[in-house]
C-alpha cells in the first residue's frame, strides 16, 4: 500500500479520494493520478448532469481471434470532462460492439460511438491469471462509477449499448 502524506487536488481544487488509498488498490490509486488535471469525480458528475446526459458503462468478454479474447469495457453518452478522464486512462472511441463475436467498429460511426478499452489475453492464458485480470477491472469499475451520475447501477456486466 502506497503511504500519502498528503492528498493530491484535481483541478477543480477538491482531494483524491481517500478510499483510493485506503483500499491498498494500485489500479485505483493509478487511475486517480493519471486523471489529476480534470475536476474530481463529483464535479465530473455534477457537469455531467447538467448536460443532461446518463453515462453507461458495459463490460463483456470478447473473442477477438481464435486464439485472443479480451475484457471489454465500453461507456457510453460521454462528453467532457469524462471524455478527457477515460482518454488519460487508456480509452479510446470506438462504435459500439455488437455482441460477443464483433467488437465495436470504426470510431467515424458516430450515432454508436463508445470510449473502449481492451484487457487482452491468449486463450491458453493459466486461469489464476484470467482471475487476477478480472480483479484489476473490478477495482477500475469501482474507480469509474465514481464518475457515473447513477453510480454501480450504470455499470452492466454481460450486455452490450443498446440491449441493456
Known amino acids: 500500500m502506497s ?4 492528498l493530491p487536488h484535481y483541478i477543480c481544487g477538491h482531494h483524491h ?11 485505483s ?13 463529483n464535479c465530473c458528475t455534477q ?20 486464439s485472443l479474447t479480451a475484457f471489454v469495457i465500453e461507456v457510453s453518452e460521454v462528453s467532457q470532462p469524462l471524455d478527457g478522464v477515460l482518454s488519460l486512462t487508456g480509452y479510446v472511441q470506438r462504435a459500439a460492439s455488437i455482441d460477443e463475436l464483433h467488437p465495436g467498429g470504426d470510431i467515424f460511426d458516430l450515432p454508436n460511438a463508445v470510449w473502449r478499452k481492451e484487457y487482452w489475453f ?11 485480470l478480472l480483479r484489476h477491472l473490478k477495482q477500475e469499475m469501482r474507480w469509474l462509477e465514481t ?3 447513477q453510480g454501480m447501477r450504470a455499470i452492466h456486466f454481460a450486455d452490450f449499448v443498446g440491449t441493456a
Open 3 to 6: 503511504m500519502v502524506q498528503q
Open 17 to 27: 479520494p481517500l478510499e483510493a488509498y485506503q483500499q491498498a488498490d494500485d489500479h
Open 29 to 41: 490509486q493509478t487511475l486517480c493520478w493519471s486523471a489529476m488535471t480534470l475536476p474530481c469525480p
Open 47 to 66: 457537469i455531467v448532469q447538467t448536460l443532461d446526459l446518463n453515462p453507461q458503462v458495459y463490460v463483456n468478454l470478447q473473442q477477438l481471434s481464435s
Open 122 to 132: 491468449d486463450n491458453d492464458t493459466e486461469p489464476m491469471h484470467v482471475v487476477a
Open 147 to 149: 464518475y457515473l451520475p
